[in-house]
């Protein structure tokens, strides 16, 4: 199966992709400030260079209770980033916004994908990934369900087609910690298979979430990598095609693992 963003076509099911995660956040719940400039193109290539098939640049914090800023200074903070980082590697870049100025820009600067957790579609966002040609996820935000999910991804592919933009271009991510409870978190890691849409990829981000956490009783989130590598399996046994982390180096292990046992799922 192919996921079309731009230039790119990125193979999946063969393999689970790994999403690497670089925050350009200053109050990032598990790394806020801890890379800018320089440092943030470094964070990048060192992914790569562990294993990544994506990386993930966000310059707007999501945690619970974030202030949200505006899309000119979340620009301002990602675009030289973007624009060295295009310059210095092939992979296919995903910029993390809900903007579409920042959309735009960000496109227009070497991005390939467009993460967009706000779980709202519209004419103008469609429009500017169906004339980049780029690849769109999209992430049921708020509380719900197995049911409810696979009811708000149903609704969204359909949303789409009718704004114009091709199947091909979409992703979907169940929206692990966007507005759930515990047991919903926990319930949609268990039953990918319940939800997930068929011809397009589903994508899962738990890394260091608060879900984590309380599962495993670790209170420090750079050190719930054990914990996210449960997950992971969990949700790549289930059918998850990409796996957003931020410890690719060492949760790689758990991912290609966890593959290798899916194969003898009968």
Not at 177 to 205: D, H, R
Request: with cysteine; glycine share 10%.
């Amino acid at each position: 199966m192919i996921w079309k963003c731009r230039d790119k076509e990125i193979e999946y099911e063969s393999k689970t992709l790994i999403m690497g995660i670089i925050n350009l956040t200053p109050d990032s719940f598990s790394d806020g400030g801890k890379y800018k400039g320089e440092k943030a193109v470094k964070h990048a290539l060192e992914l790569e260079k562990d294993g990544a098939d994506i990386l993930d640049l966000g310059a707007q914090s999501t945690r619970p209770g974030y202030t949200e800023i505006s899309p000119e200074e979340e620009w301002a903070r990602l675009g030289g980033v973007l624009s060295e980082l295009r310059q210095k590697t092939s992979l296919p870049i995903s910029v993390d916004t809900y903007f579409p100025f920042v959309a735009k820009k960000a496109l227009e600067n070497g991005a390939d994908i467009i993460n967009d957790i706000s779980g709202i579609i519209t004419a103008e966002k469609a429009e500017i990934i169906k004339s980049s040609g780029a690849g769109w996820v999209i992430t049921h935000n708020g509380s719900g369900g197995a049911d409810e999910v696979k009811a708000f991804f149903e609704e969204a592919l359909e949303k789409c087609k009718r704004l114009g933009v091709n199947e091909n271009q979409l992703c979907f991510d169940m929206g692990i910690g966007f507005g759930k409870s515990y047991e919903q978190n926990l319930e949609l890691i268990a039953n990918v298979k319940k939800y997930k849409p068929s011809g397009t990829p589903l994508l899962l981000g738990t890394s260091r979430k608060r879900v984590i956490g309380e599962a495993s009783r670790q209170a420090v989130p750079e050190k719930r990598v054990f914990g996210n590598i449960a997950a992971d399996t969990a949700a790549i046994l289930g059918g998850t095609d990409i796996i957003r982390i931020h410890d690719v180096k060492n949760e790689i292990q758990g991912v290609r693992t966890a593959e290798e046992i899916k194969k003898w799922i009968k």
